[in-house]
């Protein structure tokens, strides 16, 4: 039954956008790990994957997919604040 990895993705899925909206509103890494990150993205991408080897391909991709793009956002937010952090620590040495 699919549904309980609808459940399973909705749940997961409610999480990434707070998780993004934090990164927004702290620019800073603090608590991320981008490694984390990266592997949440190939579980995802191992997903679609495993739908499409399968021949499941249903509306549960987008599911999939949705959260793929939310946490890829994070993920580049990660970069973007480990950028600022770092930008601010080598004017701070000045």
């Known amino acids: 039954m699919q549904i309980f990895e609808i459940i399973m993705l909705l749940c997961f899925g ?7 909206y934090k990164s927004i509103r702290s620019k800073s890494t603090k608590g991320k790990s981008a490694v984390f990150i990266i592997a949440i993205i190939i579980g995802y991408i191992s997903g679609i994957i495993g739908k499409i080897v399968n021949h499941q391909l249903s509306y549960v991709v987008v599911l999939y997919l949705i959260n ?3 946490v890829s956002m994070d993920l580049a937010l990660y970069f973007v ?4 952090e770092n930008d601010y620590k080598s004017t701070e040495v000045m």
Do not use: E, F, G, K
Request: hydrophobic letters at 55%.
């Open 81 to 84: 604040n480990a950028r600022r």
């Open 68 to 70: 793929l793009i939310v």
């Open 14 to 20: 409610m999480s990434w956008p707070i998780s993004v």
